[in-house]
């Protein structure tokens, strides 16, 4: 995953304790206000488990599951589970309630017809909400992303996760069938021309099986996963306007992460990773990729795009995408399109897609 | 439509021959109003603030979650909560002193907070941000901050030398309140993890465990609306009271409003009589009447709102205080009015003229054509309207005597009172009526026999005036004798409640040992009473537990109603409690009854072994030994402490134990300061009643003065003949004088035992049901006969000046009268 979310983590909850007033202006002073903080540098090793766990010193970071599921007569679902964490100032982590970090999580499942979802808060530093490394679990209220209990030690290998709405709820196994792939340069991933930043890697060879419950009904789903791990300071330039986001699950076995940030002023920037069916990623140059819209959509009394062409030059992809459910707005405090896609073209398969910033 | 309003101008023009008739009019009318209006925005006022109040925890179906036995509980308990599913968002509440001044702190949890409730305290762009990061925001109304005496982003520090965080004014805070971050609360509260409410607004998810699963039995769910109806129901009772006594001074008001409109009606008789042998039809003349009347009240309307809105902001302060005092109930200080408030005093002046001057619409469409215009057929109508009036002041007193033996409730008593008022004051002309007969009956010189008979003649005329000065003098009796009755005994009960030298309390349960030895030192102290305090719900009524030591400075000055003969053994036995009178009642409990209390380990029986008044308080008390309560509730503060010493050892006690533990102890006063204080909140909680009781007299007072002014021109013709047949005129007003001192003697004479019988309704009826406690009945024999001398003062004051100016009448003008006759 990308930065896709740090712009709207802090828009969102969080906007007012930077006190961005809007979009254009706001992000400027970005730069200054992580002072204090911990910053991204090319070359810094990630370590496991530790860094499944939080990171205080950085500003912000998430957790963030996607699913691509089926029931027994085929038909398409998607879920999502994300946890935020901001912090409103640098320093050590305080305690209790004078604790810095806000924490937001935000849960979906998707199905041709439905898109349902929830979000929640959580101040840091009384146990509402958190990470731990070893074993991992990640949490908030009784959302839960953790390594099962029956194999402790086993990291993000096994792993279970579950959620629930107003009218939806879900409770998956995930069994991890490849290893973690770190994006950019070794888990260095830039976000802008400047040197803009974020550690990141991902798991994107789960396996998934569970029940999902929507509006009462029990549905036995089963599917493949795809976690993303990002923290940062720093991230974003004042003029990125928001991002499209695609995680790409293809028959063979291999994946694809691309993203691009769309900017008022320049071209934008753009980067990704081709994960080969045995986990080596290979990081795409900027000039690499081509993602285009294809059609625009009006939602929420918005403009979006609906259809995509997405390019990949050194691989030969040339696919079209088509969402599950073109109605998967997460109108949470701080709205955005996620939601399940399907693709044909030179390659099959199955991803999600996140929209920002429309 | 030509013809309706030259009839609407030629009835007008009667006012401009008698302005002082139209004054009485116009000054019922807006008195009227204006005291129903006043009393009704203090009342709305109130309620608002309430809601207001209540809304943070209450608003857009907001529910509760609370400590079963009250206090606090750990915030783990919240964590716990959350992972199990149940959104809900934690709070802290408690007490600050201020300059001496107490604030309700609350401690409030934004990021989780329910957004409905929330949003009025920290919204907008960077409200969340400045709240949460240090030192955070402390959000207050406007009032709130000119309590404080404080200016915005000022931080100000508490009594105990903790400082607050910068001060934030939001027009729509919670009155009275300091909202600040839960984290900030518990700092200042010195409760360290503790929250004292959990509230929610999304239902719990649906996989979540049942709230007894996740948190034991330590915690309750609040039913809907209790929150909000405790602090209803606590102060209903007052502002029912307030009601009853805005209803009867309007109730004064609109006689007036009938007296000034029945004579405007009888002076225009005549007028009326010709417009209707030229053609005016009796449709037309009610359409002008009506208009006329509807006119009126429109204008005479809008002044008394007005007025009232006047009243009501000049009596919010004393209303804000009692009920800040006696129910720690706040109410903004500044009067804020719906526009329905406005209308509907509108409309009360409205309705209550119609039905004031139905009757003389009523007759006026019914008037023969030809009917001759005397006195003395109006007389003679005017008595079948006193049979008429005494048959319904009969219904009256029976419907009283039904209330007193079958009725129920508050509203049975005020109907009590209301059918007793209306029913003696209905009465009272067939009384003064039967006086002046035997006064007649007894006479035996001609000017003597005159002088009875012309009473009796003028007792029609009067006789509204006289019903409306019967019920202002009687409530002034009855309230009299409640407040001089309360006032004695809750002194009387003051001094044997607070025997004690010192009181103080203390502020975490580490301090009190250390307190406890430094005082046990002290060679001047001679007892140290610790007091702690829980609070429980018993039959759904919000009670205390006092835990006290039963030692003998109570063994020998605790007041009670009624014990057992070993209350206090029984007490220091933990096999004992005293109840509080409301308590008592409320839960139908006497002597030897036993009664089961929710305690931290299950149902704990106590027997109940004395009954004791605690006048004042809204909620229920029960007082058990100290050690027992630390057993039942362990986790009690001890929180309070009295001490015996040489009165003369005060001042230095308070000073050395302030210069040894400092901000550890708070509140400390002394005896007299805190009698002081409760005689305050007591003269500020009749201050409101005793204006609405003076001005009811006063409007008595105006009724009386403009009949005598509008019966002046009718007078003449009757006091004519006597003075052609030798009477002077100086003797003439002499009689006139006594005619009006003996109807107001008499009359206040049949108000006092209706201003007894009052009062007993009000001490020994509607005090019980609207407070839970009884009053003695107490007879003031002084107030008495100050009353009388006021009744005597009010009629001679109204009708001197008809006097004088009937003395300096010139005889040419008596004279006239035999020309004029009609």
């Known amino acids: 995953m990308s930065v896709r979310h740090i712009l709207f983590i802090l828009v969102a909850v969080l906007a007012p304790l930077i006190r961005t007033a809007s979009f254009a202006d706001g992000f400027a002073g970005l730069g200054d206000e992580a002072k204090g903080f911990a910053v991204v540098t090319a070359g810094t090793p990630i370590i496991f488990p530790r860094d499944f766990g939080a990171h205080p010193g950085f500003r912000t970071e998430w957790w963030y599951l996607t699913a691509n599921l089926e029931d027994s007569s085929g038909a398409s679902y998607g879920i999502q589970w994300t946890l935020f964490r901001q912090a409103s100032a640098p320093g050590k982590e305080r305690k209790g309630w004078a604790n810095q970090n806000v924490w937001m999580g935000h849960a979906a499942v998707t199905s041709g017809t439905e898109h349902l979802f929830a979000e929640t808060f959580a101040r840091g530093g009384v146990g509402q909400a958190g990470v731990t490394a070893e074993p991992f679990a990640a949490w908030i209220d009784d959302w839960r992303f953790a390594t099962r209990d029956d194999a402790p030690g086993a990291g993000l290998a096994r792993m279970t996760v579950s959620a629930n709405g107003a009218d939806f709820r879900y409770t998956l196994d995930l069994a991890a069938e490849g290893s973690i792939v770190l994006h950019g340069k070794d888990g260095f991933s830039l976000k802008s021309d400047d040197g803009r930043a974020s550690y990141y890697f991902s798991q994107p060879f789960f396996k998934v099986d569970g029940v999902l419950v929507i509006r009462g009904r029990e549905v036995k789903v089963s599917g493949l996963g795809w976690m993303d791990r990002e923290w940062s300071s720093q991230p974003l330039t004042a003029t990125e306007k928001g991002w499209d986001w695609f995680s790409l699950h293809f028959s063979n076995g291999e994946k694809l992460m691309v993203f691009r940030l769309r900017d008022e002023t320049t071209r934008g920037f753009s980067a990704g990773t081709w994960i080969g069916a045995d986990g080596t990623p290979q990081a795409l140059d900027r000039d690499d990729s081509v993602l285009k819209p294809l059609s625009e959509m009006t939602l929420a009394g918005r403009i979006l795009p609906g259809r995509w062409r997405l390019q990949v030059r050194s691989h030969g992809l040339d696919i079209e995408t088509t969402m599950v459910n073109p109605d998967s707005w997460m109108a949470t405090r701080f709205s955005y399109w996620e939601g399940p896609i399907g693709f044909r073209g030179t390659h099959q398969g199955k991803g999600y897609l996140e929209m920002t910033g429309y | ?822």
């Not at chain 2, 417009?275 to 809008?302: C, D, K, N, Q, Y």
Request: glycine fraction near 10%.
């Open chain 2, 1 to 822: 439509m030509t013809q309706a309003f030259w009839t609407f101008i030629a009835l007008v023009s009667h006012w401009r021959r008698h302005p002082v008739n139209f004054g009485a009019l116009f000054v019922g009318l807006a008195i009227a109003t204006a005291l129903w209006s006043g009393v009704q925005a203090l009342n709305e006022h109130a309620r608002a603030s309430y809601d207001r109040a209540a809304s943070i925890f209450g608003a857009g179906g907001a529910r509760s979650i609370v400590p079963t036995r009250g206090g606090s509980v750990s915030q783990d308990l919240f964590v716990k909560l959350r992972l199990a599913g149940w959104k809900v968002s934690p709070v802290l509440e408690g007490t600050v002193r201020i300059h001496g001044k107490r604030f309700r702190l609350i401690g409030i949890e934004p990021v989780t907070l329910p957004r409905e409730a929330g949003v009025a305290v920290v919204a907008g762009e960077g409200a969340l941000g400045a709240f949460l990061k240090p030192p955070g925001r402390m959000i207050v109304t406007p009032e709130t901050l000119r309590e404080l005496s404080a200016a915005e982003s000022v931080a100000i520090v508490i009594d105990g030398g903790k400082t607050l965080p910068p001060i934030e004014a939001l027009a729509a805070a919670l009155p009275g309140a300091l909202v600040v971050d839960i984290g900030v609360a518990q700092a200042v509260l010195n409760r360290p993890e503790q929250i004292s409410r959990l509230i929610f607004k999304e239902p719990p998810s649906a996989v979540a465990p049942p709230l007894a699963t996740v948190a034991g039995d330590a915690l309750r769910l609040v039913p809907p609306r209790e929150e909000e109806s405790d602090i209803r129901r606590l102060t209903e009772s007052f502002h029912l009271n307030l009601t009853a006594f805005g209803l009867l001074a309007c109730l004064v008001g609109f006689f007036i409003v009938h007296a000034a409109f029945g004579l405007a009606f009888e002076q225009r008789l005549a007028m009326v009589r010709t417009m209707r042998a030229v053609g005016v039809s009796a449709r037309t003349l009610i359409v002008a009447m009506l208009g006329e009347l509807a006119l009126l009240a429109l204008v005479a309307g809008s002044a008394g709102v007005g007025a009232g809105y006047l009243l009501a902001a000049a009596l919010l302060p004393d209303m804000a205080a009692s009920l800040d005092g006696l129910y720690g109930a706040r109410v903004a200080g500044q009067l804020a009015l719906d526009p329905m408030w406005w209308i509907s005093g509108l409309g009360i002046a409205v309705i209550g003229s119609l039905v004031a001057a139905g009757g003389g619409l009523f007759k006026a469409f019914y008037l023969p054509v030809l009917m001759a215009a005397q006195p003395f057929a109006w007389r003679q109508v005017q008595q079948k309207f006193l049979w008429r009036r005494s048959v319904l002041g009969a219904l009256g007193i029976a419907a009283f005597l039904v209330a007193h033996f079958y009725g129920k409730g508050l509203y049975a008593a005020f109907g009590m009172i209301a059918g007793l008022l209306l029913g003696a004051a209905l009465l009272l002309p067939l009384l003064l009526d039967g006086v002046l007969r035997l006064g007649e009956k007894y006479a035996s010189q001609p000017l003597a026999q005159w002088f009875w008979a012309d009473c009796r003649q003028q007792l029609p005329g009067l006789s509204l005036a006289l019903m409306a000065l019967l019920l202002a003098l009687s409530t002034n009796v009855g309230v009299g004798a409640m407040v001089e009755g309360f006032r004695k005994t809750f002194t009387q009960w003051l001094d044997e409640r607070l025997v004690a030298e010192v009181y103080f309390e203390v502020a975490g349960n580490a301090e009190t040992q250390q307190i406890e030895a430094w005082l046990e030192k002290r060679p001047e102290v001679s007892a140290i009473l610790p007091m702690s305090k829980i609070k429980i719900r018993l039959g759904g009524w919000p009670v205390d537990i006092v835990g006290m030591k039963p030692h003998e400075t109570y063994r020998n000055h605790f007041p009670m109603l009624s014990e057992t003969g070993d209350a206090w053994g029984e007490l220091q036995r933990g096999e004992g409690a005293l109840v509080s009178e409301q308590l008592a009642r409320r839960l139908d409990l006497a002597l030897g009854s036993t009664l089961d209390v929710p305690a931290a380990d299950g149902q704990w029986r106590v027997r109940i072994a004395g009954i004791f008044p605690d006048y004042g308080n809204p909620k229920g008390q029960l007082r058990i030994d100290i050690d027992r309560l630390m057993r039942l509730w362990p986790e009690t503060p001890r929180m309070g402490y009295s001490l015996r010493t040489a009165p003369k050892a005060v001042p230095e006690l308070i000073d050395a134990l302030q210069t040894e533990f400092g901000q550890q102890i708070s509140q400390i006063s002394d005896q007299a300061a805190i009698k002081n204080l409760s005689m305050r909140i007591f003269e500020r909680t009749f201050a409101v009643t005793a204006a609405l009781n003076l001005l009811t007299l006063l409007v008595a007072g105006i009724a009386l003065l403009a009949n005598f002014l509008t019966l002046g021109n009718v007078r003449l013709a009757q006091l004519a003949p006597v003075w052609a047949v030798g009477v002077s005129r100086m003797r003439l007003a002499q009689l006139e004088f006594l005619r009006v001192l003996l109807l107001a003697a008499v009359t206040s004479a049949f108000a006092l035992p209706l201003g007894l019988a009052l009062a007993w309704q009000l001490v020994a009826v509607v005090n019980v049901q609207a407070f839970g406690w009884r009053l003695p009945f107490h007879v003031f024999p002084a107030q008495l006969g100050q009353t009388v001398a006021l009744a005597l003062l009010t009629a001679a004051a109204a009708a001197i000046w008809p006097i004088i100016r009937f003395v300096r009448i010139t005889p040419a003008a008596l004279a006239k009268v035999f020309a004029n006759e009609r």
